[in-house]
């Protein structure tokens, strides 16, 4: 059996009322009243918040343009003429142009037999018909094998049979992409002529 009082009590100015239940054998049952712990944590936490990055960068690699490559079909340069015969000395550079001869031309075979490693071939011409005021240097063919770094280059005439002769060669000549070199001596006079050659191919 339980005895069921309400007692006032005083907080501070305020009142309240503590019930407290007897049972019968006098114990005391702490019924004190049900403090009301639900606290609302049902805090609206969904916070919108636009974390969707913009990931779409250009990826795109820049390209880069392919190497300029030589234009085989011509060349431009100079030639060095030097000479040194009994005190008669020389030293002159003149400019010569070239142009590939056609495979399909009836001059080409000719010079392959006469020139058998050569693979390109070129008619020369000077931009004057004499150097050292008497040195007659006429058109030839200039016989050309590039390999690597190294432009092999042959002095091709023709002959009075209707074909071609090798008249002189440089086989250790530099090859620079757009450039080559050569170093030839020449005796069209029963003495030796030096000539140095500097060539260089246009941009295709």
């Not at 142009?99 to 001059?107: F, G, M, N, Q, Y």
């Not at 450039?179 to 030839?184: E, W």
């Not at 020449?186 to 941009?203: A, C, K």
């Amino acid at each position: 059996m339980y005895l069921l009082l309400a007692l006032p009590t005083l907080t501070g100015c305020a009142s309240s009322k503590a019930i407290v239940l007897f049972d019968d054998t006098g114990a005391v049952d702490s019924g004190s009243a049900d403090a009301d712990t639900d606290t609302d944590t049902d805090g609206d936490t969904d916070a919108d918040s636009d974390t969707d990055a913009d990931s779409d960068s250009d990826t795109d690699a820049d390209t880069a343009p392919p190497p300029p490559e030589p234009d085989l079909s011509t060349w431009t340069g100079t030639q060095r003429f030097t000479f040194d015969n009994w005190g008669s000395t020389c030293d002159e550079t003149v400019g010569v142009s070239a142009t590939l001869v056609d495979s399909s031309s009836d001059a080409y075979a000719s010079l392959q037999e006469a020139c058998p490693d050569c693979t390109l071939f070129y008619d020369v011409s000077y931009a004057t018909s004499y150097v050292c005021t008497w040195i007659s240097v006429p058109a030839y063919v200039h016989g050309l094998r590039l390999v690597g770094t190294l432009a092999e280059s042959t002095v091709i005439y023709p002959n009075y049979w209707g074909g071609y002769d090798v008249y002189a060669q440089d086989l250790s000549g530099a090859y620079g992409g757009f450039t080559f070199d050569y170093d030839v001596t020449v005796n069209p006079y029963s003495f030796d002529i030096r000539v140095e050659g500097l060539s260089t191919f246009p941009e295709l």
